[in-house]
């Protein structure tokens, strides 16, 4: 029996849902990187993004490439970024609300 739309979706977002894998993806919107340089760029163990690294190259988002001992990484398609910037505008719009609660429970205007 094949998954349902939604499920193969929640699937998804939960792949998503970790700061290293997110942070990844912004990092490679760039362009691709060598892991050196997501490491440096990333506060984690080298162990902890190479999990994470192999959780987004097994679901496809990502693609490797290895020249010597170097291996890069790059976004598999450009609809990531979309995603992220989606995302960003999102959270954008339920900030600002979360500032208007926050304005009124302190009994002030809204800051904009």
Known sequence: MP?????????????????????????????????????AAIDVEPS???????????SGIVTATRTGSTVVYELAGGDVAELLAAARRILSVLLAGRQDLLAELRGTEPAL
Request: charged share 25%.
């Open 3 to 39: 998954v349902p739309l939604y499920e193969a979706k929640a699937e998804f977002f939960r792949m998503l849902g970790h700061p290293v894998r997110i942070r990844v993806l912004e990092l490679l919107q760039d362009g691709p990187k060598p892991v050196r340089e997501l490491l």
């Open 48 to 58: 902890n993004l190479s999990q994470q690294l192999a959780v987004l190259r097994r």
